[in-house]
């Protein structure tokens, strides 16, 4: 059996920034090809770059990136694996390409070599980057079948390996396929995607890669709650009137982290609406699932509350010394008085 124009995509995602402003950049913007008009929606999509041809150890493909006005940026590198290709070569090179061993270096180097063409956008640009990889398989479909129900065996891609697996593994990848119409087929696993659509359309990766830049700037946001709730031990061991100094600064930088991370993560929940579309609501939905975006999600929620208490408790430190203080003040200038009227 015969694969139809399949493509490997590897996709590298990194945090660069606070923040790109995309207003900065004269690059186009990301449209989905089969969404209905209104149906899905982004508040402000991610701006494309093509980056042309790339010819590494022998493979050609495509690069490009997305730049998310969320600070991260998004390299894809599409290898086209022939017109025809038999579908045991496919699977061969599905589970071997991802794996060699150039790639983070390929990608690092070209996203070295693209951020002086970002250098006037980037906001505040992160020095300890986090980033997140998946790879995509594409395809038109499989000779003489109908794609979204194929006689393959598909659990290999879904896994990353060939094994005999247990029963439980492939009713799991019952759980995450989907079809618009039976000439097409989307596949989500953990890192790997696999898609087949007649009509060569990549919408269903271009989900997967917001949902995997929001899984990244959540990640990012969740490291810097951890450290800076760690910090504030250290800030509280000052006590009494000389700690008060550390205790206001303590307390602006609270205010200010807080305000930070509320104001983005409001701007990411509403980065894509969907609101007709089931079959991209469906698939959107499971990706979050499946990355453990709710999971993490949920962290970040329960840390910004840490916060709030922490920044209400150092605010009433700050209130009791500032009384303390005072009050100090006062018997000072009682104790000058008397001593004045004594002499």
């Not at 660069?16 to 929606?41: F, K, N, Q, W, Y």
């Not at 770059?49 to 600070?71: C, D, H, I, K, P």
């Not at 070209?110 to 998946?134: D, Q």
């Not at 949902?211 to 910090?231: F, G, I, K, N, P």
Request: proline residues 4%; aromatic residues 10%.
């Amino acid at each position: 059996m015969n694969v139809l124009s399949p493509h490997i995509a590897l996709y590298r995602l990194f945090d660069v920034a606070d923040e790109i402003d995309l207003g900065r950049l004269s690059t186009p913007r990301l449209r989905l090809s089969r969404a209905r008009l209104g149906a899905v929606r982004f508040e402000n999509p991610p701006g494309e770059m093509e980056l042309g041809v790339r010819n590494v150890e022998g493979l050609s493909g495509l690069l490009t990136a997305r730049l998310y006005e969320f600070g991260v940026v998004s390299l894809s590198f599409r290898i086209h694996l022939g017109e025809r290709v038999p579908w045991e070569a496919f699977l061969e090179k599905g589970l071997r390409i991802p794996e060699l061993p150039f790639w983070e270096g390929f990608f690092l180097a070209e996203l070295a070599a693209l951020e002086p063409h970002l250098r006037g956008a980037l906001l505040r640009p992160e020095e300890k980057r986090l980033s997140e990889e998946f790879v995509v398989y594409h395809a038109l479909g499989l000779e003489g079948e109908k794609a979204f129900r194929p006689s393959v065996d598909l659990t290999p891609l879904w896994m990353g390996a060939e094994e005999e697996f247990a029963p439980e593994v492939r009713r799991e990848v019952e759980r995450y396929r989907y079809s618009y119409s039976t000439e097409d087929l989307a596949l989500l696993g953990f890192d790997r995607v696999l898609i087949l659509d007649s009509e060569g359309i990549w919408d269903v990766a271009d989900l997967v890669e917001f949902v995997h830049a929001q899984l990244l700037e959540l990640s990012y946001y969740d490291r810097v709650l951890t450290e800076e709730l760690e910090l504030v031990p250290q800030v509280l061991r000052h006590r009494g009137l000389w700690g008060y100094g550390r205790l206001q600064r303590l307390r602006r930088r609270l205010m200010a982290r807080h305000a930070e991370i509320a104001d983005v993560k409001a701007r990411m929940e509403g980065a894509l609406r969907i609101t007709e579309d089931l079959f991209y609501a469906k698939i959107y939905r499971a990706a979050l699932e499946l990355y453990g975006a709710y999971e993490l999600e949920k962290s970040v929620e329960e840390k910004l509350r840490v916060l709030e208490a922490t920044y209400e408790m150092v605010t009433e430190e700050v209130a009791h010394l500032r009384t303390q203080a005072v009050e100090v003040a006062i018997l000072a200038l009682i104790a000058f008085e008397v001593v004045r009227a004594l002499h």
